[in-house]
């Protein structure tokens, strides 16, 4: 994609959620887009507009922020009579015991 020195490939640095936009926009023709929140509390704002994007195109969602500055991949939205639920891809999570 040629935003990297040439030395970046092979290398274990990081890439962050603008480059994952980046590349799944050149190399497969999917168009991403990056929602910043600040906090949890702030994920009910962003709910019916996330609903939106995925209803028009369906593409992913990096979403991250202050607090939480791990980004996650946002694949969808459900939402029932009482809640609201998002689908997650989290490649920071770690499994624990307390998960099970």
Known sequence: ME?????FSGSREWIGSVE???????LFDVPGKIVHTRSGRELEEVFDKLKTHFDQTGCPVMMGGDLDASSKGVFGTCQTSSEKYFLI??????K????E
């Open 20 to 26: 994952v936009a980046l590349v799944l926009h050149q």
């Open 96 to 99: 624990t015991d307390a998960c």
């Open 3 to 7: 935003d990297k020195p040439g030395g």
């Open 89 to 94: 891809v989290d490649p920071h999570f770690v």
